[in-house]
């Protein structure tokens, strides 16, 4: 039987579940057709839900750790807000910085933060380019294009705003002009049918580049088919699609090219490769793009679990695919590739794995016929178990229902008194909502476990962080815990096993270093990690600091090819990798002393990195204290 006849009966499966079975709404939404719209959108924002988790847990401590300062602080352009700052670019005598979740479109402050950076020790503020009402302006890029000076910044839905991007003249930084919004929908009708219509989803990076006469950007865009886009932009004011490619091109090529809904075999098709895309590595396991870089005729897409692509656009109307680096079994195996840069000469990538994930959960069944160990995914929103008395979440079980608020129609049995490890059935309500009320029933921990129609599938439980430690299994497994056959024989205040839940250190993500040497078949080089990156239990690191890599930028120059890192709470590092086989750290601005802490409003905590080729100036962006202007030493 072809894999895509499995499938279509699959499809007929779930179809006939859905029906049957509470709509899952563990992200604010409800399931709705076969594919859950919910799932998808989790799967995208899945890095996004992490940092927001890791956010709630890194307010209080500094490690008062020393590194050597070979980077200086020129200048500081202050927003004091924590967890407020993403993206930031520069462009002439101006720096532009984005905005994450909070303040949303509408709110003060929500947008892109304009500074004029002329006098570079005294950045100051001279506007926002407001968000959207409802939007998010994660992303900035501006360039000098054949029509002027472009600047375009991302929408992703914060507060039910819209997604796409829009375009800005910023001839007059002072006075930006508003040349068009570009709405990014699911472009192919059968993957679209999947999800019951995929309409204003968001964008979460762009690129701007130019071939000849003509003026481009790239989007990287939310959907389930179609993540890469390129938009001519010549005509800034009337942006027109050029072209459009997923990574679903490489599990099965021509399935972004199906166009009947109504076609059972094409349905079947598209669904093994929306199954693909949603089905990568480790913790943060989908394939969908994350980030791009064009130079020199060359995409370099970040295509989180599908790999580093590296495509042809020398006719942007038709990208090919010229090679994938990637390799599932390195280090912990969660590939996650994030953003990548490539030398002048494209014979040298560096690409980062963004890994908010530092530990592997391992969990067992400690009593009765089902004792053993199953797979199982600590919570995103929960409280590390590491960080428990003995490492240990351990206790007996009682299963309590869907443990949703009072009045959710017909899930909101009350959760039961009691100690130990509340059980509890996804779907119906927020994880965050069946946490906090399994907490005040007097639970210390919590397992939840799969809907029978999305079966053993893990996901790492997002939203708004909580109290209790917490894992997530399969839906067998929950049955297993609960000691019955099916989810009909389940009774709210049964007793369950006795389970246990321990993790082991397997590291936050670093960086890769590619000898792209032959373009057709790249070769991983080397490997970057800092000491908490590698190992986040090292007496150094902050229990409840953030170590995963973010982003880069490649310089080569005087015969040096330079690597600018932006690390999280490890701040700004750089390398030389001009041998890619044996990248040096030349110079590190680190810094996490009380003073600094209370001076930025949070600790160290670098999202962007930016360097004008040719200029001594790096530029990088604080999630917790704005703009920072800095210089290599000597």
């Not at 530990?359 to 590491?386: H, K, L, N, Q």
């Amino acid at each position: 039987m072809r894999p895509h006849r499995l499938a279509a009966l699959l499809i007929a499966v779930l179809a006939m579940l859905a029906t049957a079975l509470p709509a899952a709404a563990d992200t604010q939404q409800q399931q709705d057709s076969p594919l859950d719209r919910a799932d998808l959108e989790a799967a995208h924002g899945d890095s996004e839900a992490r940092l927001a988790a890791r956010d709630a847990l890194a307010t209080e401590a500094v490690t008062g750790a020393n590194y050597t300062k070979e980077i200086v602080v020129i200048g500081r352009g202050e927003r004091l807000e924590l967890d407020a700052t993403t993206d930031v670019w520069a462009l002439g005598g101006y720096a532009y910085t984005g905005t994450f979740q909070s303040p949303c479109g509408g709110e003060p402050g929500a947008g892109v933060w304009v500074w004029d950076i002329t006098n570079k020790g005294n950045p100051v503020n001279v506007g926002v380019i407001p968000s959207p009402v409802g939007s998010r302006s994660n992303d900035v890029k501006a360039a000098n294009m054949n029509s002027g000076a472009i600047l375009v910044h991302s929408n992703e839905a914060c507060d039910g705003g819209p997604g796409g991007f829009e375009i800005y003249n910023v001839n007059d930084p002072l006075n930006p002009v508003h040349l068009a919004s570009v709405q990014t929908d699911e472009l192919n009708p059968v993957s679209d049918s999947l999800f019951g219509g995929l309409t204003d989803v968001g964008v979460h990076n762009l690129f701007l580049f130019r071939q000849g006469r003509q003026d481009y950007v790239a989007a990287v865009v939310e959907s389930a088919f179609d993540n890469f886009r390129i938009y001519n932009i010549t005509d800034p004011a009337n942006p027109v699609l050029a072209s459009a490619w997923g990574a679903e091109e490489l599990f099965d090529p021509g399935v972004g090219d199906l166009t009947d809904p109504n076609d059972p075999d094409q349905v079947a098709r598209a669904l093994d490769a929306v199954l693909w895309l949603l089905d990568g590595f480790g913790a943060s396991a989908n394939r969908f793009l994350h980030d791009v870089t064009i130079q020199s005729r060359k995409a370099y897409l970040s295509n989180w679990d599908a790999g580093l692509v590296l495509m042809d656009i020398a006719d942007v109307s038709n990208p090919a695919v010229v090679s994938v680096a990637i390799d599932p079994t390195l280090e912990d195996g969660e590939v996650n590739s994030h953003a990548a840069w490539p030398s002048h000469d494209g014979s040298i990538v560096v690409e980062n794995e963004e890994d908010f994930s530092p530990f592997a959960s391992v969990f067992t069944i400690d009593t009765g016929p089902a004792a053993g160990e199953y797979p199982a995914a600590e919570g995103a929103i929960t409280p590390p178990i590491a960080l428990l008395p003995g490492g240990v979440l351990t206790g007996p079980t009682t299963y309590v229902g869907f443990a949703c608020d009072p009045g959710n129609p017909g899930f909101d049995d009350p959760v039961p008194a009691g100690t130990g490890i509340a059980l509890i059935q996804r779907g119906a309500c927020t994880f965050s909502s069946k946490i906090n009320n399994a907490e005040a029933a007097g639970y210390s921990g919590v397992v939840v476990f799969n809907d029978e129609a999305r079966g053993d599938a893990l996901v790492s439980m997002g939203g708004s962080a909580v109290n209790l430690p917490g894992v997530f299994v399969g839906h067998s497994t929950g049955l297993a815990i609960a000691g019955v056959a099916s989810a009909a024989d389940l009774v709210i205040g049964a007793g369950g096993e006795t389970v246990s839940a321990t993790t082991t250190p397997d590291g936050w993500g670093g960086y890769r270093v590619w000898d792209y040497s032959n373009p057709q078949n790249p070769v991983l080089a080397s490997v970057i990690n800092t000491t908490c990156s590698a190992d986040p239990l090292d007496p150094s690191c902050d229990p409840v600091g953030t170590y995963s890599s973010h982003n880069v930028v490649v310089e080569t120059k005087g015969g040096k090819t330079l690597a600018y890192l932006s690390w999280y709470w490890e701040g700004v590092l750089v390398y030389d990798v001009t041998d890619p086989y044996n990248p040096v750290e030349v110079a590190r601005y680190s810094d996490d002393s009380a003073a600094f802490m209370a001076q930025n409003g949070g600790p160290q905590d670098v999202w962007g990195i930016y360097k004008n080729p040719h200029s001594p100036w790096i530029y990088a962006s604080d999630r917790n204290g704005g703009l920072y202007i800095l210089r290599l030493r000597g």
